[in-house]
T-cell receptor, first 116, second 111 residues
Framework: EAGVAQSPRYKIIEKRQSVAFWCNPI?????LYWYQQILGQGPKLLIQ????????DSQLPKDRFSAERLKGVDSTLKIQPAKLEDSAVYLC??????????????FGPGTRLTVL | KQEVTQIPAALSVPEGENLVLNCSFT??????LQWFRQDPGKGLTSLLL?????REQTSGRLNASLDKSSGRSTLYIAASQPGDSATYLC??????????FGSGTRLQVQP
């Protein structure tokens, strides 16, 4: 079974530029998550999708971040314009909610963003 | 708001030692708890998932326990090896099924 795929793996941009990240979840997983992990911290949820609908985007800085999941499969996360504090690893995860509440999440390798 | 704390933040041990990593959470109304391993520059690898109705899970040299009422979990690593060196993250599943993470314990096992 293929895992969660993300691209690019690394990205370096200047502040005020825009950037986009792509995620392809595990086949059949209805739930997709984007997390931001700043160096030395644990990942923090940015947005959660159930199929192509947003479940939780309460921690997404909507003035500069946007995300979509067209057709309920792949997802893109965009930052425009980027700030220095956006330098982080952006992790995508997916899960399949099974009966009984088991909801194991599987993570991709992440995209490391550096904003100069 | 759920908060997850991991102690210690960093740990260095000689090879072969048994060790315990601690995780505490403020809201005991959780669905599951997951322990992850993260290698430098890599994503997260799930090690163990404990459902809220369970008290422990084992996988090889790893054993994770859960005490929901006191808001605590421990990850026990037996006979540590240099290959165990990584950051270990504890995360709890909240009401909307997303994960709330601790900041991790950075483990170094000396050969």
């Amino acid at each position: 079974e293929a895992g969660v795929a993300q691209s690019p793996r690394y990205k370096i941009i200047e502040k005020r530029q825009s950037v986009a990240f792509w995620c392809n979840p595990i086949s059949g997983h209805a739930t997709l998550y984007w997390y931001q992990q700043i160096l030395g911290q644990g990942p923090k949820l940015l947005i959660q999708f159930q199929n192509n609908g947003v479940v939780d985007d309460s921690q997404l800085p909507k003035d500069r971040f946007s995300a979509e999941r067209l057709k309920g499969v792949d997802s893109t996360l965009k930052i425009q314009p980027a700030k220095l504090e956006d330098s982080a690893v952006y992790l995508c995860a997916s899960s399949s909610l099974l009966a009984g509440g088991l909801n194991e999440q599987f993570f991709g390798p992440g995209t490391r963003l550096t904003v100069l | 708001k759920q908060e997850v704390t991991q102690i210690p933040a960093a740990l260095s041990v000689p090879e072969g030692e048994n060790l315990v990593l601690n995780c505490s959470f403020t809201d005991s109304a959780i669905y599951n708890l997951q322990w992850f391993r993260q290698d430098p520059g890599k994503g997260l690898t799930s090690l163990l998932l404990i459902q809220s109705s369970q008290r422990e899970q084992t996988s090889g040299r790893l054993n994770a326990s859960l005490d929901k009422s006191s808001g605590r979990s421990t990850l026990y690593i037996a006979a540590s090896q240099p290959g165990d060196s990584a950051t270990y993250l504890c995360a709890v599943h909240t009401g909307r099924r997303a994960l709330t993470f601790g900041s991790g314990t950075r483990l170094q096992v000396q050969p």
